[in-house]
């Protein structure tokens, strides 16, 4: 699939994988849509990729506010035209602890990664269904493979959104709409930059985008990379609570709460 002419929505496109992805679909000649929480960073990205030939537009919305999501994604499409691609890439992450249960820091998680995803699709898939056509994509994580001890909100989060795509996919499957679930390993972006520990096969936002814009030109049902950490999430549903605890025993005594709060 040719991405020329397409219109493409990314949410969470002011830093990490969106802001990289927004860049390489642009490149790819997509008229893109930027939404996400800073304005400032929002107008850097759609200067810097007219700068270089592209179209952008961009509105500031908080995805976990359902009206906010609709309008901000609205906002841009009435700008660029009929959105073909939504890419609900918003996300974030912070460890979970229970003395005490970090509830406030879970419910975030849960209603930007998961409600998010759903206001978001929300946004598009009237007008797609009328045209029977179009494509929505998720960012998810391999974290969603298993709950791991001290991500216990931020691995249930993800787990939702893949079973919420994995159901949508199948149920609009004769509607001409197609569904890609996105399941990337360790990226470098400024939520994983607050890790201290060494993290397997990681790997640059553009890195990360270059490979996410091949997984969508084909259209493929779920996506995970690396895979050799996709080997090993997967492998790790059968390991030994043993195992896993001893393996996240030092992460959880110091676990990497984000500079800012969620």
């Known amino acids: 699939m040719s991405f020329a002419g397409r219109i493409a929505v990314i949410t969470g496109a002011s830093s990490g994988i969106g802001w990289a992805l927004a860049r390489a679909l642009a490149a790819q000649g997509c008229k893109v849509g930027l939404v996400a929480r800073r304005r400032e960073q929002l107008a850097a990205l759609a200067a810097e990729i007219e700068k270089s030939g592209g179209i952008a537009a961009y509105a500031v919305g908080d995805v976990s506010e359902r009206q906010q999501a609709l309008d901000s994604i609205h906002e841009v499409a009435g700008r660029?035209?009929?959105?073909?691609?939504?890419?609900?890439?918003?996300?974030?992450?912070?460890?979970?602890?229970?003395?005490?249960?970090?509830?406030?820091?879970?419910?975030?998680?849960?209603?930007?990664?998961?409600?998010?995803?759903?206001?978001?699709?929300?946004?598009v898939l009237p007008q797609m269904l009328e045209r029977r056509s179009g494509h929505l994509a998720a960012v998810s994580s391999l974290a969603a493979y298993k709950g791991l001890p001290g991500e216990s909100g931020y691995t249930a989060s993800k787990a939702a959104v893949n079973v919420f795509m994995d159901g949508l996919r199948v149920q609009l499957r004769s509607k001409g709409v197609a569904v890609t679930t996105i399941c990337p390993g360790f990226v470098k972006t400024p939520m994983t930059e607050v890790n201290e520990f060494k993290m397997p096969f990681l790997m640059s936002a553009e890195q990360a985008a270059e490979r996410i814009v091949a997984a969508l030109k084909?259209?493929?049902?779920?996506?995970?990379?690396?895979?050799?950490?996709?080997?090993?999430?997967?492998?790790?549903?059968?390991?030994?609570?043993?195992?896993?605890?001893?393996?996240?025993?030092?992460?959880?005594?110091?676990?990497?709460f984000p500079k800012t709060p969620l």
């Open 218 to 256: 084909r259209k493929r049902k779920v996506y995970n990379f690396p895979w050799q950490l996709a080997f090993m999430m997967k492998l790790s549903r059968w390991a030994p609570d043993w195992l896993l605890d001893r393996m996240m025993h030092t992460y959880n005594e110091k676990p990497p």
């Open 80 to 123: 660029l035209g009929p959105v073909d691609l939504l890419v609900a890439n918003a996300g974030v992450g912070a460890p979970t602890t229970v003395e005490p249960l970090n509830v406030g820091d879970v419910e975030k998680m849960f209603r930007v990664n998961v409600l998010g995803v759903v206001y978001s699709l929300e946004a």
